[in-house]
Nanobody
Framework: QVQLVESGGGLVQAGESLRLSCAAS????????MGWYRQAPGKQREWVALITSGGSTNYGDSVKGRFTISVDNALKTGDLQMNGLNPEDTAVYYCHAVLTPVGPESPRNYWGQGTQVTVSS
């Protein structure tokens, strides 16, 4: 069964850094675009960062210059490096990816289970 598994969340102080990871498990033929989203309590899910299958990146205005998204297509993993964290970054972070399972399958959207990031002031 194909799924995305996230890791790396935790509790940090303002100004510190965290690195989130997202790994595709199961019989995956190809990793396409990958993105990160976050949802704070009482707020809608917010897009954070995107990396296309060609390696182009884009970031939400609130994280631009502080967060960096990367992928390893061979390993089918991705990371979100978060620097200069502040309390407004506190949220559950979700990984999203377009994966093509092995076999006669079409690309599909997959979501990770979410990982909590808490930034104290």
């Amino acid at each position: 069964q194909v799924q995305l598994v996230e890791s790396g969340g935790g509790l940090v102080q303002a100004g510190e850094s965290l690195r989130l990871s997202c790994a595709a498990s199961g019989s995956v033929f190809r990793l396409g675009a990958m993105g990160w989203y976050r949802q704070a309590p009482g707020k809608q899910r917010e897009w954070v960062a995107l990396i296309t299958s060609g390696g182009s990146t884009n970031y939400g205005d609130s994280v631009k210059g502080r967060f960096t998204i990367s992928v390893d297509n061979a390993l089918k993993t991705g990371d979100l490096q978060m620097n200069g964290l502040n309390p407004e970054d506190t949220a559950v972070y979700y990984c999203h990816a377009v994966l093509t399972p092995v076999g006669p399958e079409s690309p599909r959207n997959y979501w990770g289970q979410g990982t909590q990031v808490t930034v104290s002031s």
